[in-house]
């Protein structure tokens, strides 16, 4: 039999320590063959804050962990798998429909897979939520509070020149992308 994917719903921000401990756990029970691999998407992302690039990872699915096995004949989880993921602190359960968990999607997998490894090669770009036109709020430094648009943004250097109303008179201003929020 082959094997398939499956989606287990964890709680939140237990996801690796999830993926972890049925790791080692399937090590200890020597289950390796029926439960092969046990995936967190993560993603790495690229934050400035005080001129300082930081990069971190942040989970694609929050919330659920990506595990491969191999069935018994009749689609349900092994049993042995079974206890060792249901005893599994954080684990809630496999999606699936009366105790049955689904397969995922072929395709799925491959999105899943790719945007796996894809994450883990390249350097992360710059995230700012924050397009031409956009109307933002000002949350910290000498213009707080003030609304304004955005009129650039510059990735390279983590900045959002925005045009502020000062004295009457459009101004553009340069700020840090976290300076500024939605309004």
């Known amino acids: 039999m082959s094997k398939h994917w499956y989606v287990l719903r964890v709680q939140s921000n237990k996801e690796q320590a999830v993926r972890d401990t049925l790791e080692r756990k ?3 029970e020597a289950v390796q063959d029926c439960l092969s691999r046990i995936v967190v998407p993560t993603e790495r992302v690229s934050t400035m804050k005080g001129g300082k690039r930081r990069v971190s990872e942040r989970k694609l699915y929050p919330g659920y962990v990506f595990v491969e096995m191999e069935p018994d004949e009749d689609g349900r989880v092994p049993e042995k798998v079974w206890f060792l993921v ?4 954080g ?3 496999f999606i699936g429909t009366e105790g049955k968990p689904t397969p995922m999607d072929p395709g799925e997998v491959e999105k899943l897979l790719g945007e796996t490894e894809r994450s883990e090669e390249e350097t992360p770009a710059l995230k700012v939520d924050y ?3 956009d109307q ?3 949350k910290q430094g000498p213009f707080e509070n003030a609304e304004g648009v955005v009129d650039e943004v510059d ?3 983590g900045l959002v020149r925005v045009i502020l109303t000062i004295f009457g ?8 992308y976290w300076q500024v929020g939605p309004v």
């Open 26 to 28: 399937a090590k200890l």
């Open 86 to 89: 249901r005893e599994t602190t």
């Open 91 to 93: 684990v809630g359960d």
């Open 131 to 133: 397009a031409t036109g």
């Open 136 to 138: 933002v709020k000002v």
């Open 155 to 157: 990735l390279e250097k």
């Open 169 to 176: 008179r459009p101004t553009p201003v340069e700020l840090e």
